[in-house]
C-alpha cells in the first residue's frame, strides 16, 4: 500500500540535543511538507520541498532544518536552536507542486517531547 | 484579519442532527480550497474538496461563495463517529503552500 511513514511515534529527547525525525513517502510525490501543532493549535508549515536538493522555508523554519536527497525521504531535524521543540511533528507530501490543486496527504505523526 | 478563520466551536449537537460550519478566508485570488477531518491526537485527513459548483458525498456538502469568501461543510444525519475536529484549507494563490485554519470542534452526543 503506497503511503507516507513517519517515525518514530514518539519520541523523547533532552534538552540541548539534535534529533532526526524520519519521513518516507511511496507514493511518487513531487512535494514534501513539515509541519507543527501544539495543543489546541493549527497546523504551522516549518519547511517545504517541491523536488529534490531543493527546500524553501515556511512560517516557523527557525531551529529545525531539512534535507531532500531523495524524492522518497524528507527528514527533519529539530537542532538545540529551537526554543520549544516539544509538540506533534505531521510530514505531508503532494502530487503536484505547490500552488497546484493537488491536496496534502499525511503521514500518522511523530510526537516528541524535549527535557 | 487572517487567512484562513474558523470558529473553533465546541460545536455539540445531538445524533441525527445537521450542523454546518463556515470558513472565511482573505485572498480572493485564494483558488482550491478543502475540508480535512482530524481525530484527537491523530492526523489530517482530507475530508473533500470544494469546487465552485458546490460538491456532496453522502452527508457531507461542501459549498464554496467566492463574492463573501467563504466556504461551507453541511453535515446532515450526525453520527457520533462524526465527532472530530474539521479543518478548512486554503490555497491563497500562486506558488504558495495551502494555509490551515486552526479547525472547528465537533462533539456529537447520543
Redesign the interface.
Known amino acids: 500500500d503506497g503511503g507516507i511513514t513517519q517515525s518514530p511515534k514518539y519520541l523523547f529527547r533532552k534538552e540541548g540535543q539534535n534529533v532526526t525525525l524520519s519521513c518516507e513517502q511511496n507514493l511518487n510525490h513531487d512535494a514534501m ?1 513539515w ?1 507543527r501543532q501544539d495543543p489546541g ?3 504551522r ?1 516549518i519547511y ?1 520541498s517541491q523536488i529534490v536538493n531543493d527546500f524553501q522555508k ?1 512560517d516557523i523554519a527557525e531551529g529545525y532544518s531539512v534535507s531532500r536527497e531523495k524524492k522518497e525521504s524528507f527528514p527533519l531535524t529539530v537542532t538545540s536552536a529551537q526554543k520549544n521543540p516539544t509538540a ?1 511533528y ?1 510530514c505531508a507530501s503532494s502530487i503536484g ?5 493537488s ?7 511523530t ?1 516528541l517531547t524535549v527535557t | 484579519r487572517k487567512e484562513v478563520e474558523q470558529d473553533p466551536g465546541p460545536f455539540n449537537v445531538p445524533e441525527g442532527a445537521t450542523v454546518a460550519f463556515n470558513c472565511t478566508y482573505s485572498n480572493s485570488a485564494s483558488q482550491s480550497f478543502f475540508w480535512y477531518r482530524q481525530d484527537c491526537r491523530k492526523e489530517p485527513k482530507l475530508l473533500m474538496s470544494v469546487y465552485s459548483s458546490g460538491n456532496e458525498d453522502g452527508r457531507f456538502t461542501a459549498q464554496l461563495n467566492r463574492a463573501s469568501q467563504y466556504i461551507s461543510l453541511l453535515i446532515r444525519d450526525s453520527k457520533l463517529s462524526d465527532s472530530a475536529t474539521y479543518l478548512c484549507v486554503v490555497n491563497p494563490s500562486g506558488n504558495t503552500p495551502l494555509v490551515f485554519g486552526k479547525g472547528t470542534r465537533l462533539s456529537v452526543i447520543a
Open positions: 511538507y509541519y493549535q493549527g497546523l508549515l517545504y515556511g506533534f505531521l507542486p505547490t500552488g497546484s490543486n491536496p496534502l496527504h499525511f503521514g500518522n505523526g510526537r
